[in-house]
């Protein structure tokens, strides 16, 4: 059974810095592109970062580039989110999704083409 659970959520002001993680499991993690994806209270789901599948190619959307950095961990099947200079327009409930595409050839700012998705775990950036 596929599974993606993220993590690593919380309060936090703003310019400050929060790393996200996201476990999976029941699928062979090292040829799946995977993202990060949130939703702002009020708002649809927003594509915020992809990497492929051996961690060498990555793209951000423009809100967040420069200041969040996505990777992985093939080994320990892991994504991950690393946010700094954080502000209140990132506050969001943010989500891994994956893609059935080991590469980044594929349209992934389009969120139907990921597959699985994550439950979400929410980031709140307040003074």
């Known amino acids: 059974q596929v599974d993606l659970v993220e993590s690593g959520g919380g309060l936090v002001q703003p310019g400050g810095s929060l790393t996200l993680s996201c476990a999976t499991s029941g699928f062979p993690f090292e040829v799946f592109t995977l993202a990060w994806v949130r939703q702002a209270p009020g708002t649809g789901r927003e594509w915020v970062s992809v990497?492929?599948?051996?961690?060498?190619?990555?793209n951000y959307a423009d809100s967040v580039k420069g200041r969040f950095t996505i990777s992985r961990d093939n080994a320990k099947k892991r994504l991950y989110l690393q946010m700094d200079n954080l502000k209140s327009d990132d506050t969001a409930v943010y989500y891994c999704?994956?893609?059935?595409?080991?590469?980044?050839?594929?349209?992934?700012?389009?969120?139907?083409?990921?597959?699985?998705w994550g439950r979400g775990t929410q980031v709140t950036v307040s003074s």
């Open positions: 999704a994956r893609a059935p595409d080991a590469t980044l050839q594929f349209n992934y700012r389009n969120l139907d083409e990921y597959d699985w």
């Open positions: 990497i492929d599948s051996t961690g060498t190619s990555a």
